[in-house]
């Protein structure tokens, strides 16, 4: 489990986070929406201590991430696998080498069985061709494949996903949306995912948070979407609220 207790951040005199609380069980997929700067991408790298809080405090498993040293925390994310919104691949590596990085940098494994794990999770995002490719040979949504790739070749129990979808085609989406939702009901990978993308929001998650104004200003279980009264979280479900009344 993940709790983010009374989590609050400020940069300079922007404060973005003014009291998050949130508590992800294990095995569920929440879904985190907000607006562009509400401070999502913040919110989920306090999560692996990327970010420290200016104060609250992020507990991972019963653990307070913040006050342990660095070698705990190393041991603590090896069980996260994070999908960076901007892939942040290393442009000197092949397709092979960046996923095989957080394997190689463990140590645990000989080469042939790191070969085995790299190749099995590069057929999951169908890409096995790829692999001898450069970052800079690939496109927008073939990179983003790649850092989820990446993010899940060491096995983890927890997959943060910024922006999955983002600025991929609808198909190309729908897969990692399947993806999300196989690893998640069939592993049972606990998965936070960040998106704008709303029809992959209504397809994956289980529970959907809005992060506004610093704050979980909207908590709901899947099912009770359409209930929610919230002016800025009906502008987000609006269109998909539309077609559902046609249908
Ligand atoms: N390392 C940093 N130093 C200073 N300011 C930062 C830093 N990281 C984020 N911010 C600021 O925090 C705010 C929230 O940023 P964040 O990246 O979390 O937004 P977001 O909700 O992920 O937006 P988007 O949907 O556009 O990705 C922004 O105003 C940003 O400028
Ligand atoms: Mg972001």
Known sequence: MIELIDVHKSFGKKQVLRGVNLRIPAGECLVILGRSGAGKSVLLKHIVGLIQPDRGRVIVEGVDIN???ESKLYKIRKNIGFVFQGSALFDSMSVFDNVALPLVEEGLLDESEIRRRVMEVLELVELQEALNLMPSELSGGMRKRVAIARA????????????????????????INDLIIELNTDVGVTSVVVTHDIHSTLRIADRI???SGGIIKVDVKREHVWEVD??????FI??????????
């Open 238 to 247: 609006k269109v998909f609220k539309m077609l559902k009344n046609i249908e």
């Open 230 to 235: 919230d002016p800025e979280f009906q502008e």
């Open 67 to 69: 006050r342990i040293p």
């Open 152 to 175: 899940l070749v060491a096995q983890p129990k927890y997959v943060l996903y910024d922006e999955p979808t983002t600025d991929i085609d609808p198909i190309t989406s729908e897969r």
């Open 209 to 211: 948070v809005l992060l």
